[in-house]
């Protein structure tokens, strides 16, 4: 899959993304990552790529031109049909399945903004679509593209060795959820005794099954005590109702049908 990032500081998201389960995407051939910097195609002697809004207010906003140029070359330089998404706060926020979705496509143009924002006309014209990675506001959008580029590469076939893409699939979404996914259970290592605590007797009995029902209890439990809006009781099957039930039961918490609607 190839990456564009257009942004005034690409090498910072090439930076962000160079290391572990990218960087090692990256270096099997499975990704590429290019960076485009709009001043680069920014005319004068200033090379200007932002100027005062209109109406007046505060901040500066980019110019329509050099990101226009730095995203067509961006989208000539490989033939395959760019998607362009343009990363701010105003977007729809990222989620496991839009990662899914845009980790199909053979290329992903990622468009950085600074400043208070960019032309409205560059991105009614340019861009397919807005993402945002949560509700707060960052400086710039390459953090947020550095996230889109981790969170999509490691869904790549191939980018994640066995035991990482299994620990992965364990998560995925309830069978009836496309969008949604259950936050991890907890992990233990040596040693077994620790003044701590003791590691679940469970994950020591070698009985696979029951590990990886106790495994899929405790992600049930905790998605429902910390984020149950992640979580649709009606939606669950037969057999994850029965687990997180039971888990909230041995808790002294009523079952999951009775506190619908609770938050
Ligand atoms: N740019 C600035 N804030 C952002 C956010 N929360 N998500 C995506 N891009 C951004």
Redesign the pocket.
């Known amino acids: 899959m190839r990456f564009d990032i257009v942004s005034l500081f690409p090498d910072f998201v090439a930076q962000v993304a160079g290391h572990g389960v990218v960087g090692r995407a990256a270096e099997r051939g499975l990704l590429s990552l290019t960076g485009w910097n709009p001043r680069d195609y920014a005319e004068g002697n200033y090379r200007r790529v932002d100027d005062r809004p209109f109406g007046g207010g505060p901040g500066m906003v980019m110019l329509i031109d050099p990101l226009r140029a730095a995203l067509a070359a961006a989208r000539a330089a490989d033939p395959a049909p760019a998607r362009v998404v343009y ?3 105003q ?1 729809r926020p990222l989620d496991q399945a839009k990662a899914r979705e845009l980790a199909a496509l053979p290329r992903l143009v990622l468009l950085c903004g600074r400043y208070e924002g960019v032309d409205e006309r560059l991105l009614a014209a340019e861009v397919d679509e807005e ?4 509700d ?3 400086s ?2 390459e953090l ?1 593209a550095a996230v889109v580029v981790d969170a999509v590469a490691r869904l790549l076939p191939g980018a994640l060795n066995d035991a990482e893409s299994a620990a992965q699939d364990s998560f995925e979404p309830p069978a009836e959820g496309e969008g949604g996914l259950l936050l991890d259970c907890p992990h233990y290592t040596r040693p077994v005794e620790h003044e701590l605590g003791a590691v679940p007797p469970v994950l020591l009995s070698g009985n696979h099954a029951g590990i990886a029902r106790w495994r899929r209890q405790q992600a049930l439990l905790r998605t429902w005590q910390r984020r149950r809006d992640l979580i649709d009781p009606a939606t669950l099957s037969k057999a994850d109702r029965r687990l997180l039930d039971e888990a909230l039961a041995e808790a002294g918490l009523p079952p999951s049908a009775g506190a619908q609607g609770a938050a």
């Open positions: 990363m701010s706060p977007g993402l945002s990675i949560g707060y506001v960052l710039g959008g947020a």
